[in-house]
């Protein structure tokens, strides 16, 4: 498979559902809620598939001062601003784990057997890599119990992205083993699966 | 987890500082008022010029003016920085070698931005380099290189700068650095005379040829080689000697007005003499980036071969005091390209896990020292 490979940063602490990465990238490189990354897990045997969640722009001190000085209307000050829209900013990406790619190249759903180690590289999984881990539906599972990532909201961004990554003529059947599956796993809370249905058809 | 370090058993230590550092402030205040006599009427330049100077290091640093300005000369410059001016900065950072550490190595990384005012988003420039050769870690005492590393960082730096103004191709390019420009070791090691000294002249000379100006910046300066050329200057007239600590730095902040800068000044040294011997003699002045009631001294380093280019020393003035309005003092490019240059402890983990994975794969297994093993778990802790 060829790809492009994205490193967004390193793990700074996670457990077995989610982790956090630490990062300096540039504003436009920082990946968007609903981005799939992959993490190696076991030595690099596995790769753990998890989906962002949360982005946070930690203080930067150096803005701070910048802050009080800079001008947007004073011509002297337009380089400054515009190095600091390119200027790699200190964030920090929480990621929910939604399963990893065994040995034999398979995706496994569910929480993976280990989390990441600190300080291991987390990269975005290319477009084949979405298609190929949304083609069942069961990367939804962790994140419909999961206490911290905002499950609904995430889970309708992420099946809006991966939709365009499949074919046109298999998008209407990927909406509707979506759909089944949510009505399967919400079957006990109707009100939120009917939310999250007549989100999905806007 | 409390404190670990116990404040109450320094408590007669820190009483005692506190009080020193006020009585030392109050003595400088008044050799101030001594020095900025000695100033207003110092010797015509010529006359300084003339004086001996005194033939051998060490002694108290010596400056001597360059051109016959009166000493107390001031230049404000009102005009901004004109579109199409290019300033580059670089600055430097480091991984020293651990001996306690799994694999012993040095990393050094410069980081420079390239700034045009023309309204675009300046570019940024790093180059990091892996050094691991033993005769690279060690000296010819086969002891682990220690000083030798900043050395060598302040070389790369140089020539990295000299790489970036040839590839911008374009004469009047401003290349500044942080910190002097002056050679700032003895001088005296072997590696320096053969390898160091060379390399660094030969970037200035690179820089020369390209027809930009190359610039030391140092902030907060250290030394007096003013005050001393005004005490040596009144060999005969009884005064009171000045407070060991003051520096120019002080007289500066008295003279220099917002903006303002001192006349070109060259230090006495026999370093500064070695740069002469390759036609890259060092001058400064002094200037002050700051504000009213609260001054930014600053020691600008160039070439005196810059000196014959007035106009360009007027547009350095004009950009170092655009890019240190924007942060109280200090030059934004500078800041930047320290920013760019720095290898973080996160950085400094994740080469060190790439290159344990890299042993690992050939099947070895390297650990460092049980020393570092456990500093690491303690550092930890405290976290």
Not at chain 1, 102 to 111: L, P, S, T
Not at chain 2, 337 to 360: G, P
Request: net charge negative; charged share 20%.
């Amino acid at each position: 498979m060829s790809e492009q490979v994205i490193t967004i940063g390193n793990v700074l602490r996670a457990d077995i559902r989610s982790f956090v990465i630490a990062s300096r990238i540039p504003a436009p490189d920082v990946p968007t809620f609903g981005t799939f990354v992959r993490a190696p897990i076991q030595q690099g045997r596995r790769q753990l598939i998890g989906l962002v969640y949360d982005i946070r722009l930690q203080d930067d001190p150096f803005l701070r001062n910048l802050a009080v000085t800079l001008d947007e209307t004073n011509p002297a000050h337009q380089e400054v601003i515009a190095d600091q829209q390119q200027r790699a900013v200190p964030v920090e990406i929480s990621v929910a784990a939604v399963g990893y790619r065994d040995e034999d190249g398979a995706y496994r759903y569910g929480y993976p057997p280990q989390p990441p180690m600190i300080l291991k590289q987390i990269t975005v999984c290319p477009e084949a890599e979405v298609a190929a881990i949304t083609a069942q539906p069961d990367w939804m599972q962790p994140l419909l119990d999961s206490p911290d990532a905002p499950a609904d909201a995430l889970i309708i961004r992420t099946l809006q992205r991966a939709q365009r990554v499949h074919p046109p003529a298999a998008q209407e059947a990927y909406w509707l083993q979506a759909g089944r599956f949510l009505a399967r796993q919400l079957g006990r809370e109707p009100l939120r699966l009917e939310t999250l249905l007549r989100q999905l058809q806007t | 987890m409390g404190a670990m370090l116990h404040l109450e058993k320094l408590h007669a230590a820190i009483q005692a500082l506190g009080e020193q550092t006020v009585a030392q402030r109050r003595k400088n205040a008044a050799a101030l008022v001594t020095a900025q006599e000695w100033l207003r009427h110092a010797p015509a330049p010529e006359a300084l010029r003339e004086q001996p100077l005194p033939s051998e290091e060490p002694g108290p640093a010596l400056a001597v003016p360059v051109s016959d300005e009166p000493l107390d000369t001031v230049t404000v410059i009102a005009t901004a920085p004109p579109r199409g001016a290019l300033v580059i900065g670089v600055d430097g950072s480091q991984i020293p070698p651990d001996r306690h550490a799994a694999i012993l190595y040095y990393l050094l990384q410069v980081g420079g931005l390239r700034f045009t005012y023309n309204g675009q988003a300046p570019t940024e420039h790093t180059r990091p380099t892996l050094h691991y050769a033993p005769s690279e870690l060690y000296d010819a005492q086969e002891q682990l290189i220690g000083s030798q590393l900043g050395m060598r960082r302040t070389v790369m730096e140089l020539e990295y700068l000299a790489e970036l103004v040839e590839s911008a191709a374009q004469p009047g390019i401003l290349a500044l650095t942080d910190g002097p420009l002056l050679w700032p070791y003895s001088g005296r090691s072997d590696e320096e005379r053969a390898h160091l000294l060379p390399a660094y002249f030969a970037a200035l000379t690179r820089m020369q040829q390209a027809q930009a100006l190359p610039a030391g910046f140092v902030e907060r300066p250290g030394g007096a080689p003013l005050l001393t050329l005004l005490r040596t200057s009144r060999p005969t007239v009884p005064l009171p000697p000045l407070a060991p600590l003051l520096s120019d730095q002080a007289l500066m902040a008295e003279l220099l007005p917002p903006g303002g800068r001192s006349i070109w000044l060259r230090r006495h040294s026999a370093m500064n003499e070695r740069h002469q011997q390759h036609g890259q003699r060092i001058c400064f002045c002094y200037l002050n980036t700051g504000a009213p009631d609260y001054p930014v001294i600053a020691r600008v380093e160039t070439p005196e071969w810059a000196l014959a280019q007035p106009e360009q020393l007027d547009l350095l003035h004009a950009v170092l005091l655009h890019q240190a309005r924007l942060l109280a003092g200090y030059p934004y490019v500078l800041a930047r390209a320290h920013e760019l240059a720095l290898v973080t402890s996160q950085d400094k983990a994740a080469l060190e896990d790439q290159l344990h994975r890299q042993i690992l794969a050939h099947g070895e297994l390297l650990r460092p020292s049980e020393k570092a093993r456990q500093k690491g778990y303690l550092s930890a802790r405290r976290r």
